[in-house]
């Protein structure tokens, strides 16, 4: 169980190696963080992956990669000529963000009100493929995660004021068969291919 964003940007190797042995299928169930943890704790998967605000006593949780976050902006635009970003630089904009409550949302609402960065909402949006789409289509700006592949067209600049983001793999601490130990371990070594381009 894990998010959209985790299975296009930081799995896919993992996903490859295991399923290159054709000894066992994988089945893959979309869910955010809190859907994920009630999923592995309900039994409905033996595996979790996302970033969590809190860690889980009950769950046996290994750190699997840190993600900076990156300011997603159409090549042209005249904050792409910079290398690196501040959040002051972005008052004024029109950010595309996930809807209301959601924990990206919250957070980058938070940094920015904090900085006393002026922005408003150019589209509500869930989901880092989308958001990315809507950046290609001069919709407006995005904060996505550094792992995200971009559109044509489309460039990211570090924003380092915001906090990297700990993916974790879990499970419940009684344990999980062959089959999913070893696919956590797959997903132990090829947690930082994101990071590499070997996506």
């Keep these: 169980a894990a998010g959209e964003g985790a299975f296009l940007y930081l799995l896919g190797p993992a996903m490859r190696t295991h399923l290159a042995t054709r000894a066992h299928a994988l089945q893959l169930m979309t869910a955010d963080g809190a859907s994920a943890v009630e999923a592995v704790r309900s039994g409905k998967a033996q ?45 004024g904009t029109e950010l595309i963000v996930p809807s209301e409550g959601r924990p990206h949302r919250t957070m980058l609402s938070r940094m920015l009100q904090s900085a006393g960065v002026p922005w408003t909402v150019a589209v509500e949006a869930n989901g880092w493929e989308l958001m990315l789409q809507l950046v290609r289509l001069g919709m407006g700006l995005a904060v996505v995660n550094a792992c995200c592949r971009v559109p044509a067209g489309v460039t990211t600049r570090p924003l380092p004021e915001l906090p990297a983001l700990q993916y974790v793999v879990f499970s419940r601490k009684e344990g999980v068969t062959g089959t999913a130990q ?11 291919a994101w990071s590499t381009g070997n996506t």
């Design 182 to 192: 070893a696919l956590r371990q797959t997903m132990l070594t090829h947690a930082e």
């Design 47 to 91: 595996l979790g992956v996302a970033c969590l605000e809190s860690t889980p006593r009950d769950l046996a949780v290994t750190p699997l990669t840190r993600v900076g976050q990156v300011l997603a902006l159409p090549r042209k635009h005249p904050l792409a000529l910079r290398r690196s970003l501040r959040l002051r630089d972005l008052a």
